[in-house]
């Protein structure tokens, strides 16, 4: 079992910058992938990027590329999610994700994770 929480959401203007949190606990945080997925009203669950175990590859949506980044600091159970250049239409809930099976291998597929946080706000203003 794997419980993982989301904070750093909240309310910015277009163009500044937010970084989320998920800490983990339950198991061996350094053994599997995590992703961040977004989900704005009356859409669907999207993926915006993934790390692996270690690290050291990371998968981003085209969304995303160049203005979010993801990383993980392993002694600290914890996930991040930097995002910068912020636009109205990444206002959505974020939610982390846990890939415990795959060897530590990150997926963009949302049924490939097995565990999920509550979820943050992040809503961007015009």
């Known amino acids: 079992q794997v419980q993982l929480v989301e904070s750093g959401g909240g309310l910015v203007q277009a163009g500044g910058s937010l970084r989320l949190s998920c800490a983990a606990s339950?198991?061996?945080?350094?053994?599997?992938?995590m992703g961040w997925f977004r989900q704005a009203p009356g859409k669907d669950r999207e993926f915006v990027t993934a790390?692996?175990?270690?690290?050291?590859?990371?998968i981003y949506a085209n969304s995303v590329k160049g203005r979010f980044t993801i990383s993980r600091d392993n002694a600290k159970n914890t996930v991040y999610l930097q995002m910068s250049s912020l636009k109205p239409e990444d206002t959505a809930v974020y939610y982390c994700?846990?890939?415990?099976?795959?060897?530590?291998?990150?997926?963009?597929?949302?049924?490939?994770?097995?565990?999920w946080g509550q979820g943050t706000q992040v809503t961007v203003s015009s």
């Open positions: 339950g198991r061996t945080f350094s053994s599997y992938a």
């Open positions: 790390v692996n175990w270690s690290g050291l590859s990371t």
């Open positions: 994700a846990a890939r415990i099976s795959r060897s530590g291998i990150a997926s963009t597929q949302v049924d490939e994770y097995d565990y």
